[in-house]
């Protein structure tokens, strides 16, 4: 049974190539682990994002390279933890850097293979002229280049703190200042753009790449949602976000289209927590967004492709953001870029053969411009956090009504290990038990510090990392 399966693997896998899939990306913004219905969400549903996972695989061990905003979206852009191309954290509006012209994105990898591409959405991998998506493999572009807050009304900002919020199509600003009304709209608005791409390039291969800017702060829903859920407006944002997954998978019926079409859903990072009511929900998994704890990093993912992908299926197997880019090219037969990138094929994870393999012997977490805080074994059953600092909110009662509360600074002095087979909350500290374990992850932790630097090893780049794109002089 065990080289039946094997060889069973094997065929599925090369008859990918060559093929020419439609490839659509759905990826939130600060949306936690339960946040879905089909993750364990109860004060609404979400019937449309569950039936990618009726249809498809539900992969409950899906994480993202970094837990910010612009570092994810590198990486799920480029196959590389974010710190190897030189992008941490969130940039801002007055950032001077972006993604750099040599850097090769998802976007240009499918055009290899006549593909046409468009992102709608939140961009954040720079918003100068030469860091937009036209000019790194996308054919058309709409959305804001960066994240809804950063704008002059943050609550945690003096009024004027940030410049104007612009919203761009393709290179041109066509409104330079979105006002909270232009938000209520803009979940239908990312809808329409991106039902008119579907609709305009049906005949031929697309890659559609969906970034809301929901569920982040400040929390905006159109009037046909508003109050709908009676569950606060946090649910509400999540019923208008379903509600445009479900066009889409909608128009993709109705053009013929859903049986040639992979569909991959996620989110950018774990849920906001000092935001209580109007931030997400981790469940079970310890800590959020901005923090290498699994709160942070670990995301729901789901996948659909009729015929390639088992439907009705579930997964535990440990894949990254990074994975999606190699497996994405390796599907298509397309060539990987001819510098280093940090992501590998994980089709046969995907798929779930019984005697599968992880291709990684480790994933690494770096956070807060290049620290190395955690590394997890490639079958992503060890977990060794370094020793850092990270952010908590501690036993404070939860903020509402959209205004933060402060957390608090944490530290881990010495290394803890964590089973995330049997303790996924991260709640039991192992190291002693298994000081070889500990050894081994370590001893990883100084293959990356060599390879991408370490910040608080005081060794801020390592021999393979790049820099950013930089600001154009005028």
């Known amino acids: 049974m065990r080289l039946i399966s094997l060889i069973s693997s094997l065929l599925i896998t090369s008859s990918l190539f060559s093929a020419t899939p439609n490839i659509v990306v759905i990826y939130m913004d600060d949306m936690g682990y339960a946040d879905l219905s089909c993750y364990g969400a109860q004060a609404y549903q979400t019937p449309n994002i569950d039936r990618l996972a009726k249809e498809g695989r539900k992969f409950t061990n899906f994480h993202v390279a970094q837990a910010v905003c ?37 976007a240009e990898v499918v055009k290899q293979k006549g593909y046409t591409t468009a992102t709608v959405g939140k961009w954040h991998l720079g918003h100068l002229p030469q860091f937009l998506p036209t000019k790194h493999g996308f054919d058309e572009y709409y959305g804001l280049p960066y994240s809804n807050d950063m704008w002059p009304y943050h609550p945690e900002m003096k009024k004027g703190g940030f410049p104007k919020l612009p919203l761009i199509e393709n290179d041109r ?7 909270a009304e232009d938000q209520t709209h803009l979940t239908t608005d990312y809808t329409t753009k991106a039902l008119s791409f579907i609709e305009r390039h049906k005949d031929k291969p697309f890659f559609l790449y969906l970034a809301h800017s929901m569920v982040h ?5 159109s009037d046909k949602f508003k109050g709908k859920s009676g569950k606060g407006l946090y649910a509400d944002v999540m019923m208008e976000v379903d509600w445009s997954v479900g066009q889409v998978l909608d128009t ?45 990093t670990r995301v729901c993912g789901l996948m659909r492709w009729p015929g390639k992908i088992p439907a009705g299926t579930m997964s535990d197997a440990m894949m990254m953001t990074i994975d999606m880019l190699p497996t994405i090219a390796a599907a298509l037969d397309a060539e990987l870029p001819k510098h280093d990138i940090d992501g590998k094929n994980v089709w046969p994870l995907i798929i779930g053969g019984p005697e599968t393999k992880s291709p990684h012997d480790f994933y690494a977490t770096y956070y807060e411009q290049n620290q190395l805080q955690a590394i997890t074994s490639g079958d992503g059953k060890w977990k060794l956090q370094l020793p850092h600092s990270y952010r908590s909110l501690g036993d404070q009662p939860p903020a509402s009504g959209g205004i933060p509360i402060k957390y608090a600074k944490q530290d881990i002095t010495t290394p803890e290990l964590y089973d995330l087979y049997s303790d996924i909350s991260e709640s039991k500290n192992v190291a002693a038990d298994h000081p070889q374990i500990v050894n081994q992850l370590q001893a990883y932790a100084e293959t990356m510090r060599a390879e991408l630097g370490d910040t608080l090893m005081k060794k801020p780049k390592g021999s393979g990392t790049r820099e950013a794109g930089q600001a154009e002089k005028q």
Do not use: Q
């Open 70 to 106: 612009s570092a994810s979206r590198t990486a799920l852009l480029t196959g590389c933890y974010p710190n190897r191309v030189g992008i941490h954290g969130a940039l801002g509006p007055n950032s001077k850097i972006g993604i750099h012209n040599d850097e090769m994105t998802l």
């Open 173 to 179: 600003v066509i409104d330079d200042d979105v006002t």
């Open 217 to 221: 702060v400040p929390l905006f829903v």
């Open 252 to 296: 993709l019926d109705k053009n013929g289209l859903t049986e040639n079409t992979w569909v991959i859903f996620s989110s950018d990072n774990g849920p906001w927590l000092s935001y209580g009511d109007h931030g997400g929900s981790a469940g079970v998994l310890r800590e959020g967004k901005g923090t290498s704890w699994e709160g942070g």
